[in-house]
């Protein structure tokens, strides 16, 4: 059995739901086959969420750690390759905390690469009908927050432990005028549970060879 623990964020920006957090526990009362799954929401804040992080990641004792955020205006699933240390907020989080350009991990590297096998991870969501890809920026904000943060505990305190950062589309509630794409938390919920099989049975180093660069 591998053991999993998917995190989802609160609310933000005004918004009254976060989809991240709806397909985290959609996943997680369904799992998919041989997968134990505890669900974790974290608050979108930057500091308290890392420290939400890493309690989940204490009481659950995962294998594999999967951290979700919404990203609206993004068509699909993206998987994000790679964390940066920069905080560099455009929006103030649910505390009121706006950094500019201040490191995740004051000293720590520049940057950590999802432990995930992202194409492996891509494909198995394609697989199963659910738009997606590679993403090669995870933004600045707290999502950004959390992969790098994610990457740096796995680095110094649970060597053990494989994760990596997905981020979700808004859901078509959050999107009525027509202008902006949206996926249902339960289609997001169907490629997760593929892109989990595919994650728990793929070595990160065996990670497909394909292509799936971009200029973005
Ligand atoms: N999305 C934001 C933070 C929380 C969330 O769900 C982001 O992309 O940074």
């Known amino acids: 059995m591998t053991r999993v623990l998917i995190t989802g964020f609160a609310p933000f920006g005004g918004e009254s739901v976060n989809p991240s957090w709806q397909a985290a526990s959609l996943v997680a009362a369904e799992p998919p086959a041989g997968l134990t799954v505890t669900a974790a929401e974290l608050p979108c804040v930057f500091g308290e969420s890392v420290e939400a992080l890493r309690d989940a990641i204490r009481a659950s004792e995962p294998d594999l750690v999967l951290s979700l955020g919404q990203a609206g205006g993004r068509p699909g699933v993206t998987v994000e390759r790679v964390g940066i240390n920069v905080d560099d907020a455009r929006i103030p989080d649910n505390a009121g905390n706006q950094p500019i350009d201040e490191p ?4 720590g590297p520049a ?16 697989e199963a009908g659910v738009p997606a890809a590679v993403s090669n920026t995870a933004g600045t904000f707290v ?10 505990l796995i680095a110094t305190e649970f060597p053990h432990l494989r994760g990596g950062f997905v981020h979700v589309p808004w859901a078509p509630g ?3 005028d027509g202008t902006a794409p949206a996926l249902p938390p339960a ?3 169907h490629g997760l549970r593929a892109l989990l099989t595919a994650a728990a049975r793929t070595p990160t180093d065996q990670d497909l060879k394909v292509t799936e660069g971009a200029t973005h």
């Open 104 to 107: 995740v991990v004051p000293g």
């Open 187 to 189: 289609t997001v919920a």
């Open 143 to 152: 999502c950004n927050h959390i992969a790098y943060a994610l990457g740096h």
């Open 111 to 126: 940057a950590y690469f999802s432990t995930l096998p992202v194409k492996a991870c891509v494909a198995a969501m394609r």
């Open 174 to 176: 959050q999107v009525t």
